[in-house]
């Protein structure tokens, strides 16, 4: 059912290019609408059709999100006969990655923005939103799902109304699942987003908006031209490295790749070089063409910033190699995670790992397990700290193990600024649980007359650690978050140590607050006196700060250790579970003169793990 | 008996052994342990083999049992071969032996005598339920060639012998010591549960005072253990009943060697006590790793490093002796390693001590690490041995398992 007037890549007017992208939460039916638009358009028949068909990884099809963004280029005749070229740009829907979406946004003119009838706008979207706005993005709102019973579609399309400053019979109203209104979608897209305007006879400019690993082809690079033209069998450069690249391949994707001889002004493809490592094709560089290249780039690139810090160890210490190897491969798709190796006394060799956020790191640290077979550890995730000595030197502590002794001046932590939707009803539970959190009100508004927005700063170490699950629990589920990083501030901030029979155990030290410290310490230790098996010896449990302790347990010695029995029968049975523990003991871990089974880390770590917060 | 048989090799169906296991019959010390798979009802803690007349169903039963188990005894003749093999020690478990009839017991007995002979001053066995037991059943005992009696005591409190499931009258096991004694048994065992949930340091320090005045001249005192899937274990689980502690545990070890000393019987194994020269000869023969042959539904046996086990069920039992086939489930063959592993899982438990050259240096060091924490004792290791201290006896479990290193 191809479009036999479909205007050629590589050679189609900028005029009847629309470049948008489709801003939307989890689960408010963005996959969906995509897969409708596909099949409108023909690209995509009934028949090769399947749910979530732009969604790659097994991970995104899974759970219903988009951790990569992708472009599909969908031809569209409309009612006024003329067959246009619909580039529908896919933003990941997470806010590990607002950095990302904001390079999708960059790349389009306009943005259709998606969100469920019965649930309302949620943070996320929101703060995406904003973003699309401060980009100039045409904004074309769709409420989803109308034809759900819950559905409130008069509601939300004030809501929206208000908030993006439009009257609610702008608002659309589709069902993506029975195609209800998708055309008219698609229409809107047509009259409302403006045409890309480019210089099409300067330097070639393209942004790129996404970068992925293909194991055959090596890195395929999506990229919106900008200015000029980009052909195969030239040679391109990124401009921020200046790194010059052979251009192989150079196409657009409907909904499969297509080589074609080049891409014009206005256009969205993908460019394959042969590079092996995303790291070498970054979001949001320029790339141009070697000869009579362009001198200025195309503004707004910047390096991924690791933002969340976490120790990642194999459970079993020969897997070590075979972690490695599958960070660096993960690494060659995935230009944001850093690592690098780190010894604990009680988890053995591992790597300490940078990600961009929760998801970032729950998705890294599924993949491994997933792709490549690995059981894991993960210590509790932390920031990135600066401390100031008195003698003005700095140190950056990711890993709390490292945080320095002597003389501190200050310390300073990462800063976010949080906003959260929610029913209005939960206002004071959401300002209750920020209060704890150390969280500082920027202010509140109302989006409808019982849904409102609460604006918070609150130190990002303060969200790593359960504040999205507390939040949902809070609220039984109805409030999202959204936040981004706004620097940093000087905190009283101090390192907890567990001490086990006066060793330190460095997997369980944490930087806290001065008045969570009591807490964390006796929360830690009262966990582990239940978790470390009874020793012939007493074992004491302390928590201190430097060599002043804030909570002590004793785990008492045990007494008794003798099977009473041991008769003829007895004797095989009892060789063989003497074998038995003699395996098990190998898995012990020695701290000090202490033997603690790896079940009692990874029981204590995994409480904080649960933490972790998983998108809805 | 163990709850779960082992995983070993097949077993031939004539029983027959290698030539290595043959090599020394004869120049060990040999013996039988016979079980007895019947109880007349099962007790709550209990998993051990053995069946209730209801439990046993259809296709076997206990008045066959002494054929089967004589048809077993001749077996072993066969397959040990002619050799001069006089049976030092037989000893009768169960179950409940004592619900055969004494002259099933003494079929049983004389085949023994028939097919091997006993050795002069040989010890004879068996256990027995204080109920099930009269001062006339006991001169019949007596009378067929039994030397020693073993009786279940376990509590002389009520309330414990209540959570235990047992059914006999508190005071009918003292009388019990008393008619064997009578009935001129030589030596008497009575057995003891302590920790068991409820009971107080006194119900233990009760019961240990009857197993002394009763006259036995030797006591087992066993800490209860909960099995899985007994209606202890099901009970404790579901909360009507606190679970054993070990601390607890502990301390009525530490009470019962301290009563039992103080009476004139020495510890010679970690659970055992006596008077000097009433050691079970038997049970010492399994921690010495001499030869046995196990009669009967999942008895174990052990000739000269070939250990095996008979199938479990009295009926599968039953079909495989009237088969003629060997009863052996399984069996495995030890290696020198398994063998010096053994040894200091068996050795370390007695008074005698374990040899220290029974361990690699890496055993020494830790040996040497135990005397200096007060669990070996230091003249003993002096002497070439490890023999644990009493808080040394507590932690045995865990000795050995630095020991084998």
Known sequence: ?616 | MPSLPPEGDPAPLDGSLPASALAGVGSRPFGFYVHVPFCSTRCGYCDFNTYTADELGPGVSRASYADQAVAEIRMARRVLGAVELPVETVFVGGGTPTLLPPGDLGRILGAIRDEFGLAPGAEVTTEANPDSVTAASLGGLREVGFTRMSFGLQSTAPHVLAVLDRTHTPGRAVDAVTDARAAGFEHVNVDLIYATPGETEDDFGASLQAAVHSGADHVSAYSLIVEDGTRLAARIRRGELPDVDDDVAADRYLQADSALTAAGLEWYEVSNWARAGAECRHNLGYWRGDDWWGVGPGAHAHVGGVRWWNVRHPVAYAARMQADESPAQAREQLSAEDRRVEDVLLRVRLRDGLPLHSLTDTGRGVAAGAVRDGLAEQSAYDDGRVLLTLRGRLLADARVRDLVD
Do not use: W
């Open chain 1, 1 to 616: 059912m191809a479009n036999a007037n479909a205007p050629v890549a590589g050679s189609t007017d900028p005029s009847v290019i629309r470049n948008f992208c489709i801003i939307a939460h989890i689960d408010h039916g963005k996959s969906t609408l995509a897969d409708r638009m596909l099949q409108v358009t023909g690209v995509v028949d009934g028949r090769q059709m399947r749910a979530q068909y732009l969604d790659r990884m097994d991970i995104e099809r899974e759970r219903g999100i988009t951790i990569k963004s992708q472009a599909v280029r969908l031809p569209f005749t409309s009612v006024d006969g003329t067959t246009y070229v619909l580039n529908m740009i896919d933003t990941p829907g997470h806010v590990d990655f607002t950095y990302e979406v904001s390079r999708s946004l960059a790349a389009c003119e306009g943005a259709v923005l998606l969100v469920d009838a019965a649930q309302g706008i949620e943070a996320q979207t929101l703060a995406n939103l904003y973003l699309a706005l401060e980009n100039d993005l045409a904004i074309i709102p769709v409420l989803n799902k109308i034809d759900l019973p819950a559905a409130q579609p008069d509601k939300y399309a004030a809501e929206l109304a208000r908030i993006i400053g439009c009257d609610p019979d702008d608002v659309l109203r589709v069902s993506a699942k029975s195609g209800l209104g998708v055309d008219a979608v698609l229409e809107a897209v047509v009259t409302q987003v403006p045409a890309p305007v480019g210089d099409a006879d300067g330097p070639a400019r393209a942004i790129i908006f996404d970068s992925v690993y293909d194991s055959y082809r090596g890195v395929v690079t999506y990229v919106r031209v900008i200015d000029g033209h980009l052909s195969t069998r030239e040679r391109i450069a990124m401009m921020s490295t200046g790194a010059v690249h052979e251009m192989l391949e150079v196409g657009v994707i409907s909904p499969e790749p297509v080589p074609s001889a080049g891409i014009g002004v206005g256009e969205v493809g993908y460019l394959i070089t042969g590079v092996k490592d995303v790291r070498q094709s970054r979001v949001g560089d320029t790339v141009t063409s070697q000869r009579h290249g362009a001198t200025e780039a195309l503004g707004g690139y910047r390096d991924p910033k690791p933002m969340v810090f976490s120790g990642l160890y194999p459970l079993d210490g020969s897997d070590y190699p075979e972690l490695r190897d599958a960070l660096e491969k993960l690494q060659l798709n995935d230009a944001a995670l850093v690592y690098e190796p780190e010894t604990s006394v009680a988890l053995g060799f591992g790597f300490r790992c940078g990600f961009l956020g929760l998801l970032h790191l729950e998705i890294v640290r599924e993949r491994l397990e997933r792709e490549f077979n690995l059981d894991l550890i993960s210590t509790a995730p932390t920031v990135n700290y600066r401390v100031v000595m008195d003698d003005g030197s700095e140190v950056r502590v990711t890993n709390p193990s490292e945080f320095p002794g002597g003389k501190i001046a200050e310390v300073y932590e990462p800063m976010v600024r949080a906003t959260v939707l929610a029913p209005s009803e939960y206002i004071g539970s959401i300002m209750e649980l920020c209060q704890t959190r150390r969280g500082n009100l920027l202010g509140m508004d109302y989006l409808s007359e019982d849904r409102v927005e609460l604006r918070y700063t609150l130190p990002l170490a303060e969200i790593v650690f359960d504040f999205f699950d507390a939040l949902k629990s809070k609220t039984r589920g109805y409030a999202s978050l959204d936040y981004e990083p706004t620097g940093e501030l000087a905190s009283e901030l101090v390192k907890v140590d567990i001490l086990l029979h006066g060793e330190a155990v460095d997997a369980f030290s944490s930087i806290v607050h001065k008045d969570k410290a009591y807490a964390y310490g006796v929360s830690m230790a009262g966990k582990l006196r239940e978790l470390i098996p009874r020793q012939q010896f007493e074992v004491p449990i302390q928590a201190a700060i430097g060599a002043r302790v804030i909570a002590r347990e004793t785990i008492r010695a045990i007494r008794k250790d003798v099977l009473a029995k041991c008769y003829g029968g007895d004797i095989t049975r009892k060789r063989k579970l003497l074998e038995k523990q003699k395996e098990g003991k190998k898995r012990m871990k020695m701290v000090g003169r202490v033997e603690v089974p790896q079940e009692a880390f990874i029981a204590a770590l995994s409480t904080d793990e649960s933490a972790v917060a998983k998108p809805k």
